[in-house]
Structures are given as C-alpha cells and as structure tokens.
C-alpha cells in the first residue's frame, strides 16, 4: 500500500495564487502592526487558502510486475548430433523447476531453427527468435535470457546495446570440448559446362576442433554416381578439381572424404554440385537413298533445330546410273565416303539412313564399319521404305549385326493407324503422345509398312496386323532405331489431320543420342523449398518404394505412385537440409535441399568461443552442460548476476495499480468544521 498527499484546487492556479497573497498581504499587515486578533485572522486565511486547495489524501494498492526469462532453445540441424537434443531437453526441464520456485518470474521458452524459411533453416538464428519472444516486454521488465545451444550461432549482435535491453544474457552449451569435425565444400562450381569438355572446380577440406588433423586428405570424385578419380587434398587449402562432363543435361559431381576417428558427423564429409551439360552442336549425319516424299521431313526438322549441325547427302546418281553425260558437266557433288565412314565417322553423334539402298555407293567395308561405330558408342536410326524388303537392302551388308530386325521380303500396303504398344505406352520416346490416348488414336493413317522377322530391343509402336512399326534397341556401347515405314510425311503434310510428327521424330533422334530425360529406367530427384521430389522412369507396372538417407543419417522410405504410364513421383517434406542420397534397386541419385554451403553445417563443432564476448558483456556466463545445470537467483541493479555455481536474474521495481482510495480533507462536515472553528474564533477574539 503507497500513501501520499496531493493539491487539487477548487479554482485554477492562478487565481488561487492571487487570492493566497491578497489575503496573506492583509493579515500579515495586521500581525505586524499589532492589531488585536490579528494572529486569529492569519489562521482564518490559512484554512480558506487550504480548503481552496482541495488537498486529497491517496491510498493506492498496488501489486508488483513479474520479470520475463526468456529461454531460447536451439532446435536447429546441428543440436540433432549426438546426444545434443537430449542433453537440451534435460536441461530445459531442470530450468523450468528452478526458475518455478521463484514467483517474480514469468518463464518463456522459444525453440529457434525448427521452423521457418530456408534461411532460418540454413543458419542459427538465436537473437532474432529472442528478440521476437521479448518484443511486447519494456526492456525494465527483462530479467534476462538463458540460451540452449551447441554454440554455432550466425545472428550474434556486435554489441551487447543491440539486444534492446539490459540484463544478463546466459549460455548454456551442449557438446564437449574435445569434438572434431572434417568438411568438405565446393568453393567454385559452374553451373554450365560444355559436354564431353574438361570443367575447372575448387574445393577445400578443413578440420575444425581441438584436435583437428593437418596433413593431406583423400578426396573420391564422383559424377553421376560413378567413381571418375582420387585426389590428394591439402587440408585447409583450395584445391583445383578437373572433371568432364560426360552428357548433355543435369550432371551430379560429388565429393567424398574419409571420416576421421571421433568426428561429430559424416554428412560433410560429402559436397555436392549440379552442373547442366551443354553439348557442342550436335553432329547428325542424313544420307537419302533417293529423293522422296519423306526426305524433306527429315531434313526439315533437323535443320530447325539450332543445337544439330546437319550434313545431308541424297543419292541422285548412282553408279549404275550411267548416261554418258561428262562428270565436269554434272553439277553434283562427289559423296565423301572415305571422310565421312572412316576418318571422320566417329565426329557424328546420329547417322540416318532414310531409304538407303546399297549400290555400290558405299564399299561393303564400310558398313562394317558403321556397326563398329554403333558398338563403340554411336547411334544409327534406319528409315525404311520398300528398297528394305529387296535385294539391294542395307540388311544383306555387314551392317545386318546393328540392325534389330531383318525383313522378310513383303511390304503391307494397306491403310492403318500407327499405335503405340504395351512399352510403348512406358517408354520416354512415345510417352504421352498428343492423340494417343483415343482409340484408334487421333491422328492420320499411313498406308505402308514393312515386314520384319521377330526384333530384337523394344517394339514401341505397332502397324497394321500388329506388325513392328518402330523399333528401339541397345547394341553395345551405342543406339540403334527402325523405323519400319516411309510414310511420316503424312503426319508432317496434315494428312486426315496430320500427327506429331515432330515430338515423335525429334525423341527417337534425341534417345538415340542418349539424352537423360529419355532413359527408360531413370531416377532423379529435385530439392524445391523443403521438400524432396523423386521421380522414376521405368517400364516396369510397379516402380515400389525408394530409399531415402537424410543429411543427418536418418533413413526414410518414400512411396512412389503412378503419375502416368512410365512415370512414378513421390514428395519427402522434410525440415533438414543438405545432401539427401536416394536408392531405388540399382539406380542411386544425390539432391541438395535448401541452400548450397549452408552455414549450419559448415561448421558443426559445439564452441563456447562464439557468444561469449557477448555474453560477458551483459554481465552473464557461457559454460558447457556437462557441468550440470546452474542454480537460479534473483538479483538487483547492476550487482554480478552470475558465478560457476548459479546464474542470476533481475527482479524489476515496477508495480502493477490495482486501486486508488482519495479523502479530500477539507471536503464534507470535515472541512466545513474546520473553517467554522477557525471563524468562530476570530469572531470570539474581535468580539472581546
């Protein structure tokens, strides 16, 4: 209870002033004049002077303001290591019995890191979270802040002013003194690259702790999933890394060290770049047995493409072909043969035969060895028409062991539309053709088709009778397509509303020259925000579940469904970043979700180094929690609020009003009593 005294005039200030020195100048003159009763008037005026005054006697209660604590919980990536998260929350709970026993404290406690953006997520952010927790508290109602953290804390003011308000900031760190941890990260990593070229990267291998190693470290480089070379590495220096790309599109370079004895976590001891393969212009070699229909279709959509350098020969004249007109008078260009199949044969990424007959226009040698190129890693798309069915056939060359099929000697000419089969409803090629969902599909005939024996590889689009109309196989190290048709052209002029010739004709060109997005059986995987998207191409009914080893070496399975025929996706939301390794049977894909070279774990040794200027500066202490958990104490001013032993907290002077009593004291029969006695007294003494 606070009592007081307080003036609450019945006139304004002014007024009452001047009428106070009127009437005190009045009975002061009379006083010293000696004027009988004089010291009566005096008291008179004072009463009137006082009652105008109003004075009031107050009683306020009033109850006290409890101090805020703040606990702020690291709950980021790094606190997951070891036994940091138990060791957290015991020791919370061992802080909610202390600071309880103290009823002038009110306990708020706040996890940081285990929600929000990527940011928050990619970093430590202690004081921005303690910062929210206090933000409707006046900095005189802050009895301070205890920290639960391993010490790797990115958002450390420079200043102790900074925090907004004055009272101990604790620490309390998880983790021992003698932890190790080796990292490894790219420092320069392109996000381009030319296929098939060499690549210049950097990367740097450091040991943090107290008993880091020096020295030289193992490096193991991997694209794509495959071992390419090991390096020797320089701990604690950048090191230059050559690698080349060995295919168009994302290409995943990893970097793996060895773990070394008692460190804190391997997750990284693994760095990670995507970098997308650009191919020089691709080399695509046409050579037309005749003129024909189809010809220009082919040509056309090649020529289209800005990524394909086309060399196109027609075979106007053949060798038999002999009408005596002189050679000098012919505008004809010679075929290249011996440029083109022997020296330079293997510059040519596709080589199409559209219509191709052999007539002696190439030696029988060189078929050979166009099915050596195909062995070794090239690819042969054949556009067949009648000539494959005769005698003059590609099929009766050396050329026969790449080809998967052979004819058996019949042409069907008959109208029909070009379905896709079984696989062919599977496979990148053919997936999802626009028309090919209707039944018959929504697109024109064609009228030819040439008869094979049994293929080998896979018939993904089927013609009259069910025959093989499009053949797709592996031969060696290289690619081969049959076409078994002559008749696209038909799709390209808009007959009976024409087809997709172009998606179909540019994906056989493009598996052929084994583009990623078209493998049959094909695993990636995408970070985007925090969740992880899996994607499996197979041609299988049922692509089962995938494999999932998260950064912080927990394991997750993640069911894969059916997007279409094919094509299985699957999603894992997930609050951790860093390098996810994902499996499905033989297939093995790496992903990077949220920020690259995150400093969350860049640096995951616990440190009591970091936060304790700070924390020294407001008065606090930073110890480890192996030495157990503090007592609580309550402190005033700017007393040391801390010791080994205990951590102090400030209680605040601020009070809450609860309710408010007045008396005016010259008010009601009080005051009029007053007045009366001192004027009847006056009036007695003149009255003598």
Request: charged share 25%; hydrophobic share 40%.
């Amino acid at each position: 209870m606070n009592l007081s005294l307080s003036l609450e005039p019945l006139v304004s200030w002014p007024i009452l002033a001047f009428a106070t020195l009127a009437i005190f100048g009045f009975t002061v003159t009379g006083v010293l004049r000696g004027a009988r009763g004089a010291l009566f008037r005096l008291g008179a005026a004072a009463a009137l002077c006082i009652a105008l005054a109003n004075p009031v006697f107050m009683s306020e209660e009033r109850d006290p303001v409890k101090s805020v604590v703040a606990v702020i919980v690291d709950r980021s990536q790094s606190q997951s290591l070891g036994t940091r998260t138990a060791d957290t929350d015991a020791a919370l709970e061992k802080l909610k019995e202390k600071i309880g026993r103290f009823k002038q404290f009110d306990l708020r406690v706040v996890d940081a890191g285990k929600a929000g953006n990527d940011e928050d997520r990619a970093s430590t952010r202690i004081f921005s979270t303690l910062a929210e927790a206090l933000r409707d508290v006046p900095p005189s109602q802050v009895a301070g802040a205890i920290l639960l953290s391993d010490g790797q804390v990115h958002d450390i003011p420079k200043a102790a002013t900074a925090l907004g308000f004055d009272a101990p900031v604790h620490a309390l760190i998880t983790g021992k003194d003698s932890e190790t941890d080796r990292v490894i990260k790219f420092t320069q990593s392109p996000r381009f690259g030319l296929a098939g070229k060499p690549m210049q990267l950097e990367y740097l291998v450091t040991d943090e702790g107290a008993q880091g190693l020096i020295g030289q470290a193992r490096v193991r480089v991997f694209v794509d999933g495959e071992l390419v070379s090991e390096e020797s590495a320089t701990i604690g220096a950048n090191m230059p890394l050559e690698v080349t790309l060995p295919r168009a599109g994302a290409n995943i370079i990893e970097l793996a060290t060895d773990v070394i004895e008692g460190e804190v976590t391997d997750s990284n001891n693994r760095a990670v770049a995507s970098v997308d393969g650009i191919r020089e212009n691709l080399r695509v070699l046409l050579v037309s047995g005749e003129p024909h229909a189809g010809e220009r279709t082919w040509r056309n959509l090649l020529k289209s493409d800005a990524s394909v350098d086309l060399v196109h020969f027609t075979i106007l004249r053949p060798p038999e072909k002999q009408d005596g007109t002189p050679i000098n008078e012919l505008s004809l260009i010679a075929f290249p043969t011996r440029e083109l199949f022997v020296e330079r044969i293997k510059d040519f990424d596709l080589i199409i035969f559209d219509r191709y007959q052999h007539r002696d226009v190439l030696p029988t040698l060189y078929y050979d060895y166009i099915a050596q190129y195909v062995e070794q890693g090239g690819a042969l798309l054949v556009a067949a028409g009648p000539e494959y069915s005769g005698e003059v056939s590609i099929a009766n060359t050396p050329l026969m062991s790449a080809l998967p099929a052979l004819p058996t000697g019949e042409v069907t000419e008959q109208g029909f539309y070009p379905e896709l089969t079984d696989l062919g409803k599977r496979h990148p090629v053919t997936r999802g053709l626009e028309g090919s969902a209707a039944s018959p599909p929504d697109w024109s005939r064609w009228f030819r088709i040439i008869n094979v024996n049994e293929p080998v590889g896979e018939v993904v689009m089927k013609g009259a009778g069910d025959r093989p109309l499009l053949v797709l196989n592996r031969k060696g190290k290289g690619r081969v397509g049959m076409f078994l048709s002559d008749q696209g052209w038909l799709w390209a002029r808009g007959f009976e509303g024409g087809g997709p010739y172009v998606s179909l004709y540019r994906r056989i060109a493009h598996w052929l020259m084994k583009e990623p997005e078209l493998e049959e059986e094909a695993l990636t995987a995408l970070g985007k925000g925090r969740t992880l998207e899996i994607s499996r191409q197979t041609m299988s009914d049922d692509a089962g579940k995938v494999d999932v080893i998260l950064p912080s070496g927990k394991t997750a399975s993640v069911a894969l469904v059916k997007s279409q025929d094919g094509l299985f996706r699957g999603k894992l939301e997930t609050d951790e970043i860093g390098l996810f390794r994902i499996a499905n049977g033989d297939l093995n894909t790496l992903a990077h979700v949220g920020p690259v070279n995150a400093p969350e774990f860049l640096s995951t040794v616990s440190t009591t180094s970091l936060l304790a200027p700070l924390v020294k500066a407001t008065g606090g202490t930073i110890q480890r929690l192996t030495a157990g958990v503090p007592d609580i104490l309550p402190v005033r001013g700017k007393i040391e609020a801390s010791s080994a032993n205990w951590l102090g907290l400030r209680t605040t002077d601020e009070t809450t009003l609860r309710s408010v009593s007045r008396l005016p004291l010259f008010a009601g029969f009080l005051g009029l009593g007053v007045l009366l006695m001192v004027l009847g007294s006056m009036w007695y003494r003149e009255g003598r």
